[in-house]
């Protein structure tokens, strides 16, 4: 999708929710790539987030695409009414349905580009039979559910397996990474393969968050 080119996705999670439209901005001025929207139901993730009427509220206030990561069950369910409201990419968990093609199809048929995410103990090759048909795949580096948790260096190995797996596919797959992102970590997850990275700690704790995104790129 981006030619494997190193860009940044902000997460919000963890930004002042209370000034939404001023964060949004100041991520547009840090030159971040994306907006990252992580909406989680309190049933695959032990914690909720936010959904719909907050993406359809707040699409309007940037120009930065929504990289919208549903950590919700039954993601088919919903796939419809996140790209009506605005998702740009999105990504479902592969242990979230028990219809992974039609949530492919869905998010084609909805105008989106597609990624699947696999959990940190989900094993790399349970992905690979979709490679072909999605966009993108997201390795988490955290257990999903919460920001700011420690970075996971075993997931390293997951990142190096998905590249290799898209190169002997001839795949010009793009791979996310997500949790735990700072200039350090950075270095690591883009040396195994890794071409998007989710910050939101990172971003939204830094003194100069232009300085920050560039540090991870
Ligand atoms: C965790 C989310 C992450 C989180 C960002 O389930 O998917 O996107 O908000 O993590 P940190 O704060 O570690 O960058
Ligand atoms: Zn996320």
Do not use: W
Not at 2 to 11: D, R, T
Not at 29 to 39: G, L
Not at 144 to 149: A, D, I, T
């Amino acid at each position: 999708m981006f030619e494997n080119k190193i860009l940044v996705s902000a997460s919000i999670l963890g930004c002042d929710l209370a000034n939404i439209e001023g964060e949004l901005k100041r991520l547009e001025k840090a030159n971040a790539d994306f907006v990252h929207f992580d909406v989680m139901d309190g049933v695959f993730v032990n914690n909720i987030s936010f959904g719909l009427p907050v993406l359809k509220a707040i699409k309007p206030k940037t120009d930065l695409p929504f990289d919208v990561h549903l950590m919700i069950t039954e993601p088919e369910k919903y796939i419809a009414e996140f790209a009506r409201v605005g998702a740009d990419i999105i990504t479902f968990h592969l242990e979230a349905t028990n219809d992974i093609k039609a949530c492919i199809d869905l998010c084609k048929k909805h105008g989106c580009k597609v990624g699947i995410s696999i959990k940190p103990d989900t094993p790399a090759s349970e992905v690979f039979p979709y490679l072909e048909d999605i966009d993108m795949v997201l390795v988490m580096t955290v257990e999903p559910g919460f920001g700011g948790q420690g970075f996971l260096p075993f997931t390293l190995e997951k990142i190096k397996e998905v590249r290799q797996k898209a190169l002997d596919m001839g795949l010009n797959l793009d791979i996310q990474v997500d949790g735990g992102i700072d200039d350090q970590t950075a270095r690591e997850v883009k040396a195994n393969g890794a071409n998007i990275l989710v910050a939101g700690t990172y971003l939204f704790k830094a003194k100069d968050m232009k300085k920050a995104v560039k540090l991870l790129k």
